[in-house]
């Protein structure tokens, strides 16, 4: 599967960003989408994720009630709505494709470019 993330940008604290994430060939191996983001000389750190069936989803707690993913399974989209933006969202932004319910980056098989999410304080 290949995976294709847009959306990124600078934006002040407050603002809102929207994240896309298209995914194209064999999606059917491939039941949970999520996001997650990386920050310089940080680890890679979960932030939220979505069953393609069913629309379940999870959110790390520095991101509830701020960050909304969801999916088009039409489109084969996921999409991360980002409010109330801080300055420590900022961080490169990834998109995986797994097969497992999970929010540790190594039970992700397939990976997107990053996006760069720069908020300013």
């Known amino acids: 599967v290949q995976l294709q993330a847009s959306g990124g940008g600078l934006v002040q604290a407050g603002g809102s960003l929207r994240l896309s994430c298209a995914a194209s060939g064999r999606t059917f191996n491939y039941y949970v989408m999520g996001w997650f983001r990386q920050a310089p000389e940080k680890e890679r750190e979960f932030v939220a994720a979505i069953k393609w069936s069913g629309g379940l989803t999870n959110y790390a707690d520095s991101v509830k009630g701020r960050f909304t993913i969801s999916r088009d399974n039409a489109k084969k989209t996921v999409f991360l709505q980002m409010n109330s933006l801080k300055p420590e969202d900022t961080a490169v932004y990834y998109c995986?494709?797994?097969?497992?319910?999970?929010?540790?980056?190594?039970?992700?098989?397939?990976w997107g470019q990053g996006t760069q999410v720069t908020v300013s304080s």
């Open positions: 995986a494709a797994g097969s497992y319910w999970s929010t540790r980056p190594a039970l992700y098989n397939n």
